[in-house]
């Protein structure tokens, strides 16, 4: 299950994000907000990361205008590796090498066309395991 949250300026690319995943048969959980109307990124981060953390979804996609603010809330949650990603390269070396957990993008930033791309590679990228990765994420971890 795919966890879904954005603020205003990510509104519209969520909209393009869902359809992609009904095509695709992907269950996800839409976490709002629900319009253009202005909203606080926060408040969606912070439930995508809840809903992450409590295992009812096992991924998130965050989106406002630009993935700072949305990606900066949901990093503060321990045990969520949140990545801001533009390109397909970054998404998929984030799943192989940090087990990202949450998939931000900005609304304002990444085209339908190419965020769509983004987000395959997100969803379709394992972790590759590898104990080098495993170490780093334990460090990340550690109070």
Same mark, same amino acid.
């Given at each position: 299950?795919?966890a879904l949250?954005?603020d205003?300026?990510g509104?519209?690319l969520?909209?393009?994000?869902?359809?992609?995943?009904?095509?695709?048969?992907?269950?996800?959980?839409?976490?709002?907000?629900d319009s253009?109307?202005?909203?606080d990124?926060?408040?969606?981060a912070k439930?995508? *990361?809840? %809903?992450?953390?409590?295992?009812e979804?096992d991924?998130?996609?965050?989106?406002? @205008?630009?993935?700072i #603010?949305i990606?900066?809330?949901?990093?503060?949650f321990k045990?969520i590796?949140?990545?801001l990603?533009?390109?397909c390269?970054? *998404?998929? %070396?984030?799943?192989?090498?940090n087990?990202?957990n949450?998939?931000a993008?900005g @609304?304002?930033?990444? #085209?339908?066309g190419?965020?769509?791309?983004?987000?395959?590679t997100f969803l379709?990228?394992?972790f590759s395991?590898?104990?080098?990765?495993?170490?780093?994420?334990?460090?990340?971890?550690?109070?």
């Amino acid at each position: 299950m795919i966890a879904l949250g954005c603020d205003h300026g990510g509104f519209e690319l969520k909209q393009e994000i869902k359809k992609h995943l009904d095509e695709q048969k992907i269950p996800y959980i839409d976490y709002g907000c629900d319009s253009l109307e202005s909203t606080d990124y926060p408040i969606y981060a912070k439930r995508v *990361a809840k %809903a992450i953390l409590s295992g009812e979804c096992d991924k998130g996609i965050l989106i406002c @205008g630009t993935g700072i #603010g949305i990606s900066i809330t949901a990093n503060k949650f321990k045990g969520i590796r949140a990545a801001l990603c533009s390109d397909c390269f970054s *998404a998929e %070396a984030t799943r192989l090498h940090n087990d990202a957990n949450i998939l931000a993008m900005g @609304g304002r930033v990444v #085209g339908p066309g190419h965020a769509l791309k983004i987000v395959d590679t997100f969803l379709n990228t394992p972790f590759s395991g590898d104990e080098r990765h495993m170490r780093r994420i334990r460090q990340i971890e550690t109070d």
